[in-house]
């Protein structure tokens, strides 16, 4: 399927070729005919088609908003008001959202139309989406494989044209790696560059709303949109929003670009992506870049600080779900501790319970220094190492992910395996950097390979734009 960009689709709508309630039809119709790809929790169409009507009204007379007419679908960790909210979760059976997330807020200021809310791991725990209560996303590629995880349902949703953009959560590469698992742009921002209110957390000092999509020119343009200070969330960064769209630097540009040896040269990167990437980086050399392979001496503690604190903050994130004040409630409950284990043993997935208990044991009075302080330091040490590196590169350069997309089971079983399909992703959260997931061909049975991109802080500007030039030149 040939998709169009907004900035093509806007200027169709503005020149009165085409209606948002068109789009919004042809979305629909997409989303049904392809239900049984499970993207979707819940679709928001009478709403969708009275905003669209109201937003061609607002085209005609020329007082639309920056992104009218985008139809977006949201991972369901963002908070739509008055629309259900469960992070794929049976703890949250029946809830309501009862405010706007700031990123949903400013999409609808701008007149962005929002069509659903979509399947994802529980609670954003995953990097397939087969721990969603509500059962696997599969990848319109091929049934048989996963939409990676966390945010699946939103990946395979612009993969299959159901929705143009979607915002998904990245707090381990939950936007990168499903992004390269179903041939789409992923984006996770700098930490603190888009407000969390309104993201249901999983852990938190790493939790970061990101962007899917097929053009760069959409990534940056809702990027420019949401991003920026907000008073609901004193950790977002006052530093000014650039206009992404407009600013983006030009492709003739030459960078220096680091790759670590332990990734492009890792055993467990699938040949194929090897190859791709070891393909893109002599292009690059062609064209004057310098591309230069370096040691990343702490390596191997990336993953394992990132699942201590991950899961330690998750731990205490989601002890408000205990079945007392809203969610799911244990029927079985007699007394109050009664309610609280039988809720959370009934309501949480087996995933999600692991992880409560991982951090428990991390954060509880005999482990607290050997575990969660020590990796409290590592991630320092990590995070001061990666600064080192862009004193003296733009870029660094890796795969988004050790392979293409799987078999749907053929890691469930085993939660290590699962967790080291994360090895490439983490690194920008342990760090709190901004990264992107582009496409870079394909394997042998035509699924697509994700590139990496990392960037320092606030350099979402740069890395946009040399994303564009990779994908120009592929
Ligand atoms: N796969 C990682 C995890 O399970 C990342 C998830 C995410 O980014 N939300 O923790």
């Known amino acids: 399927m040939q998709f169009l960009s907004y ?42 088609i009275e905003q669209a009507k109201l937003i061609d009204e607002k085209i005609k007379n020329r007082k639309a908003g920056k992104l009218a007419g985008l139809v977006v679908g949201i991972k369901d960790l963002l908070c739509y008001k008055d629309h259900p909210l469960q992070g794929a979760s049976k703890i949250l059976n029946g809830f309501i959202s009862q405010f706007n997330a700031t990123a949903i807020q400013r999409l609808l200021d701008e007149d962005a139309i929002i069509i659903g809310r979509q399947n994802c791991d529980e609670f954003g725990m995953g990097s397939s989406n087969e721990n969603s209560a509500f059962g696997p996303v599969l990848n319109d590629l091929d049934n048989s494989r996963v939409s990676g995880g966390s945010s699946g349902g939103s990946a395979v949703a612009v993969q299959a044209g159901m929705c143009q953009v979607s915002l998904g959560t990245d707090t381990g590469g939950s936007v990168r790696q499903p992004a390269a698992f179903c041939g789409l742009i992923g984006l996770k921002p700098t930490y603190s560059r888009i407000s969390r ?118 731990s205490s994130n989601l002890s408000r779900y205990d079945g007392v004040r809203y969610g799911y409630r244990s029927p079985q409950a007699n007394d109050l501790s009664s309610l609280y284990k039988k809720t959370r043993s009934e309501g949480f997935g087996k995933e999600v319970q692991r992880r409560i208990l991982l951090g428990t044991f991390v954060l509880s009075a005999s482990y607290y220094d050997a575990y969660y302080t020590q990796a409290q330091k590592v991630r320092r040490m990590i995070r001061n190492k990666m600064k080192e590196i862009f004193s003296l590169y733009d870029f660094i350069l890796m795969p988004t992910s050790p392979t293409t997309a799987f078999k749907l089971g053929e890691h469930s079983s085993d939660p290590v395996e699962m967790y080291l399909a994360d090895l490439f992703s983490v690194q920008a959260n342990v760090a709190g950097i901004p990264a992107i997931s582009i496409p870079c061909g394909k394997d042998k049975n035509g699924l697509p390979i994700g590139l990496q991109l990392l960037a320092d802080d606030f350099e979402e500007c740069k890395l946009l734009g040399f994303s564009k030039a990779i994908l120009g030149m592929n």
């Open 7 to 48: 900035p093509q689709i806007r200027k169709q709508l503005d020149e009165g070729q085409l209606t948002c309630l068109e789009l919004v039809k042809n979305h629909l119709a997409v989303i049904e005919r392809k239900s049984n790809l499970n993207a979707f929790l819940s679709i928001y169409g009478d709403k969708a």
């Open 197 to 314: 209110y309104g993201l249901a957390a999983y852990a938190s000092s790493f939790d970061c709303i990101g962007i899917f999509a097929h053009y760069i020119e959409d990534v940056a343009l809702v990027l420019e949109v949401i991003a920026g200070a907000d008073a609901m969330d004193s950790t977002v960064s006052r530093l000014p929003v650039p206009a992404y769209s407009n600013e983006l630097p030009s492709a003739n540009k030459k960078y220096k670009i680091a790759c670590f040896n332990d990734s492009i040269e890792s055993n467990s990167l699938q040949p194929e992506i090897k190859a791709a990437l070891a393909g893109t980086i002599e292009k690059l050399k062609q064209q004057g870049h310098v591309v230069e392979s370096i040691d990343f001496p702490l390596n191997e503690y990336v993953l394992p600080t990132y699942y201590i604190l991950a899961t330690a903050e998750a």
